[in-house]
Nanobody
Framework: QVQLVESGGGLVQAGVSLRLSCAASGHTFSTYVMGWFRQAPGKEREFVAAIRWSGGTTYYPDSVKGRFTISRDNARNTVYLQMNNLKPEDTALYYC?????????????????????WGQGTQVTVSS
């Protein structure tokens, strides 16, 4: 079992930056892909970013490409989401997730169903 704990969310104004952290513990050796998702009230869970522990390959949807960056610190079992130039439409509850899979290309890891472990989420609110 893998435990994931997000942190770093908050209330900010548009145009500023935040860095979210996701600390992983437990059987992290079986987790090969980490992802970030977000969900606003009344909306479906939306893919934000994914990264492979081995090699560091990343993937982003067009909605955040160029503004958000996912990274990892293998020694600390921590994944980060650097969010720059935040916009009101970025407001959501942000979740990190882990997947015990090595077979699929990183571009296939945008579906929530591909992930096995989820954190509790951290709220990001961006005011205009």
């Amino acid at each position: 079992q893998v435990q994931l704990v997000e942190s770093g969310g908050g209330l900010v104004q548009a145009g500023v930056s935040l860095r979210l952290s996701c600390a992983a513990s437990g059987h992290t050796f079986s987790t090969y892909v980490m992802g970030w998702f977000r969900q606003a009230p009344g909306k479906e869970r939306e893919f934000v970013a994914a990264i492979r522990w081995s090699g560091g390959t990343t993937y982003y949807p067009d909605s955040v490409k160029g503004r958000f960056t996912i990274s990892r610190d293998n020694a600390r079992n921590t994944v980060y989401l650097q969010m720059n130039n935040l916009k009101p439409e970025d407001t959501a509850l942000y979740y990190c997730a882990g997947a015990s899979s090595t077979a699929l290309p990183i571009a296939r890891m945008s579906s929530p169903g591909r992930y096995d472990y989820w954190g509790q989420g951290t709220q990001v609110t961006v005011s205009s």
